[in-house]
């Protein structure tokens, strides 16, 4: 009897809440606006930036990655205010970017792919040149005693998680051999998989990885 009478309540506390429930449920249905636009084709792949803003030595310039629309965006820097000066469409999906001389080298995490773009008039900045990488690409820094080595982090193409194979990738150009249709990248595997922020020391001779979710 004492179950039954603690049961009874219970099962009509849930009828009321679930009839409440489905009320609220076809009112909203009633009240919903009718969405006739057509689609204007944008896909919203989650990828989060990884070093989206860097500023010009001279601190005059900030270069900004807008990620979800695949460009790299300048803004003349005066005091606290930002004017647009100039942009470039990269690859898809930019993450990471990095100056390196007259240019800015861009990661672009979607597209596996590194754009390389003349800044040298930040009015009007051009793709010189896309260089194919390691699979999801996220970090970047410059480094080398003449700071003109570029490390790019990416992960192996392949699948595997064979215990003792590393699949965190650093891919190293030398910026001066960038524009030579012949010139390739040193490519050095890590223990790891998905590597992200780089950072060089200062004085070049040192570059750090650090690994997502590799512990």
């Known amino acids: 009897i004492r179950v039954r009478l603690l049961i009874s309540p219970l099962v ?5 809440i679930a009839g409440c429930g489905f009320g609220s449920l076809e009112k909203a249905q009633e009240h919903r606006p009718h969405l006739s636009a057509p689609s204007d084709g944008f896909t919203n ?11 010009s030595d001279d601190g005059r310039y900030l270069y900004a990655l807008n990620t979800a629309d695949d460009r790299l965006e300048i803004f003349e820097a005066r005091g606290e205010s930002l004017h647009s000066v100039g942009e470039a469409s990269v690859g898809l999906r930019p993450v990471a970017i990095a100056l390196s001389g007259g ?3 861009v990661v672009n ?21 896309t260089l194919q990488v390691g699979d999801e690409p996220r970090g970047i820094a410059v480094g ?7 490390f790019i982090a990416t ?16 891919w190293v150009f030398n910026s001066n051999d960038v524009h ?6 040193k490519i050095i595997t890590l223990s ?3 590597p992200r922020a780089l950072a060089a020391s200062a004085d070049g001779r040192f570059v750090y990885a650090a690994s997502f979710l590799s512990g």
């Open 155 to 170: 992960a192996r193409r392949d699948e595997t998680l064979t215990p003792g194979i590393g699949r965190a990738q650093i």
């Open 12 to 16: 009509f506390c849930i009828s009321m």
């Open 103 to 105: 240019e800015a080298w």
């Open 192 to 194: 790891g998989s998905k």
């Open 109 to 129: 995490h979607l597209s596996d792919s590194v754009s390389v773009v003349d800044v040298r008039d930040p009015t009007r900045p051009r793709v010189l040149r």
């Open 45 to 55: 792949f989650e990828t989060e930036p990884v070093r989206p803003l860097t500023l």
């Open 180 to 185: 030579d249709p012949k010139a390739t990248a």
């Open 144 to 150: 080398g005693p003449k700071r003109d080595r570029i």
